[in-house]
């Protein structure tokens, strides 16, 4: 292995760290303390995984918590009623609704319901159109994208004026990471499934984001020696040697990949780690909104 890795794990900590010890000073200067509401529709085991881990997170960072839950079967008012409830709460400064909702609910209108300065996963149309605006800011970012770009600035690698190809356009990750290299001024190309040579792109491109869903998709002879590789993929693929009888890998080949590139992170221990310290930043930063005033 030639490229450097880039350590989710490590800069992750170094986020949290620093929430913590804000949330602390914000306690003793002020008396006040952020809180996070979580609202999950359902029982999928992976999102209420997912929700117990952030407000594990939260606990451990003196963040206050409070975990809503709703049957799968709950309709569209029940779920907008708890947000608007929410909303009114002095004590809560951030609201995560958990994605994705069931089926029968809309999704765009209970994220619309969220108040703006409470939207700590920044989906609320507004953020996000701030984001795609030039000469605008969104209150805040979607929080893995926003890890990603942190994971690349501790590495060091330049973005100004980079080529950059994200591989996959989802609303979570995809598009709001294009937008945010863009207004790094990079020059962004999205890829997805129907690019017709993605090879071709990726040849050309300093940065690479892989956000496809696509166990090992993204071979190191399709890339650029010395690129740069932020790896958003987490994928179960069966492993007989292992006692669990899988193992975790990315959208990109590790192996291949890390004798071509110039950084890289690892799947796991990469992007994973930051998604939830960017959370728990952005709730911090609502809490400063909500002193503000």
Known sequence: MSAQLIDGKKVAARVRDEVAEAVAQMKEKHNYTPGLATVL?????????????KQRMCERLGIHSVGHTLSADATQEEVETLVAKLNADPNINGILVQL??????????????IDLEKDVDGFHPVNIGRLAMKGRDPLFIPCTPAGCMELLADAGVEINGAEAVIVGRSNIVGLPMAMLLQKANATVTICHSRTKDLTEHLKRADIVVAAIGWAEMIKGDMLKPGVAVIDVGINRVDDDTRERGYKLVGDVEFDSAAE?????????????????????KNTLRAAEIALAK
């Open 41 to 53: 529709v359902g029982e999928d085991p992976a999102s209420a995984t997912y929700v117990r881990s």
């Open 100 to 113: 994705p909702l069931p089926k029968h609910l809309d999704e765009e209108a209970v994220l619309n319901t």
């Open 260 to 280: 071509v590139a110039g950084a890289i992170t690892p799947v796991p221990g990469g992007v994973g780690p930051m998604t939830i310290a960017m959370l728990m």
